[in-house]
Each structure stands twice: as C-alpha cells, then as structure tokens.
C-alpha cells in the first residue's frame, strides 16, 4: 500500500480490532500479529526504518478512524524527516582534498 500526500500507508501483518462486546474498560483492542506477513512487509519497505538509540525501528501511529475502527500506519512523518535530517547532513560534511571528511570544528584530534 503506497502512501501519496494524503495516504496512510498500513503495516502489513497487523491486524487491530475494537474491544469485544462486555470487554473491560482497560481494554483498548485487541490484536493479531501474522509473523510472516510483517516479516515480508519489514523486507519490502527497508526505507521505512529509522535508527534509534540502539537498534533500528519502524516507527508507527494508531489510528482510531471516523467509523470507530482502529489501524496501525506508519508514520510517515517520523520516516520523511529522518531520511531528510541525514540526507541534510550527509550533504553539509565538508571534504578534504583527498576525499575524506574535513573536520569542521578547532579541535586537534
């Protein structure tokens, strides 16, 4: 599911549904988790990884929609502006002569 402007893209392999009937009140929805599916999802987007502090992430948003049902997209946001920020830096590292990065700041080492 290809995500335009205003399009959500939906993480495959996730499934996320209203409360049943008489659930407790502490109970936000229930879910299903398809291994494979994510899995082959995760392998197919590797553009929708971010780092974070120590391992890699999808970052994600649940939605509750009009009608009441809930999703989970990605959120699309978080992965533009990572993929922007080191892009951006990427771009500004200065380089030397020899096609190493300069070091921009006074320090000797």
Known sequence: MTN????????????IFKPFDGAPDFVIGNMAINPEEL??????????????????????????????????????????????TKKEAANSQEVAIDGTPEKTDDLPF
């Open 39 to 84: 899995a082959a999802w995760i392998l197919a987007n590797p553009s929708y990884t971010i780092e974070g502090k120590d391992r890699k992430t999808i970052p994600a948003q649940v939605i509750r929609q009009r009608d009441g049902n809930i999703t989970i997209t990605l959120d699309q946001w978080k992965v533009d502006n990572y993929h922007k």
């Open 4 to 15: 335009e402007k205003n399009q959500k893209t939906y993480i495959q392999g996730i499934r």
